[in-house]
């Protein structure tokens, strides 16, 4: 699976929105990206995933460059309750292969 | 409510006493997995199952074992727990026919040997 890179932390106001990136620069043609977040301990929460259209649902938006070598979560209206670690992920779906692999993620932190 | 649930969420434990800790998923997911978390090292995988009987190792197997009799359940077993194990865990399930790793998780178990 391709290898992630994001912002350690970010802080962000509440009400605004939040815009997490990623890189992603070895992506591969197959492989999606995933979006989870994780609540203090928490068990992690799937957000969002894509392949190569943006992507919205009622959590959030999903931005993909054309080049899929970056991309962004963009939590429209953030609430104090958005505050978590946010990964990024890419796999390729196989049925019989392992699955996502978590990194170290993003801290978010919305501030009232 | 579609959901994985572990039991227990807490458990203080000593050394060497075996130990189990049950995993049940009501979304008829074909795929479960066990993670442990520590700090710094981020969620790591245990073991994983693609169906019934059918299991295989992660990233971190030792000192653990699993078992997938039905399809609902993949309990986490400590044979003989020792400190490092100390950590938290989590039971995620999917379903194969999405085409896609959207991976649904328990509440955690956090687990402390002494």
């Known amino acids: 699976d391709a290898k992630t890179t994001q912002p350690t932390s970010m802080d962000c106001a509440e009400g605004r929105a939040a815009n997490l990136p990623c890189n992603h620069s070895t992506i591969s043609g197959n492989e999606y990206v995933y979006w989870y977040r994780q609540i203090h301990s928490q068990g992690p929460q799937y957000i969002i995933h894509g392949l190569k259209n943006n992507e919205t649902n009622e959590m959030a938006s999903l931005i993909i460059t054309e080049d899929r070598k970056s991309s962004t979560l963009i939590l429209p209206h953030a609430t104090l309750r958005d505050t978590a670690v946010y990964y990024c992920i890419v796999s390729a779906y196989s049925g019989s292969a392992r699955q996502l692999t978590f990194g170290s993620g993003t801290q978010l932190t919305v501030l009232p | 409510e579609a959901q994985v649930t572990q039991n227990p969420r807490y458990l203080i434990t000593v050394t060497g006493k075996k130990l189990t800790v049950t995993c049940s998923q009501n979304m008829n997911h074909e795929y479960m997995s066990w993670y442990r978390q520590d700090p710094g090292l981020g969620l790591r995988q245990i073991y994983y199952s693609m169906n019934v009987e059918v299991t295989d190792k992660g990233d971190v197997p030792e000192g653990y074992k699993v078992s997938r009799k039905e399809k609902r359940n993949f309990p986490l077993i400590l044979e003989s727990p020792s400190p490092n194990q100390t950590s938290l865990y989590f039971c995620?399930?999917?379903?194969?026919?999405?085409?896609?790793?959207?991976?649904?998780f328990g509440a955690g178990s956090r687990l402390t040997v002494l």
């Open positions: 995620a399930s999917s379903s194969r026919g999405t085409g896609a790793n959207v991976l649904t």
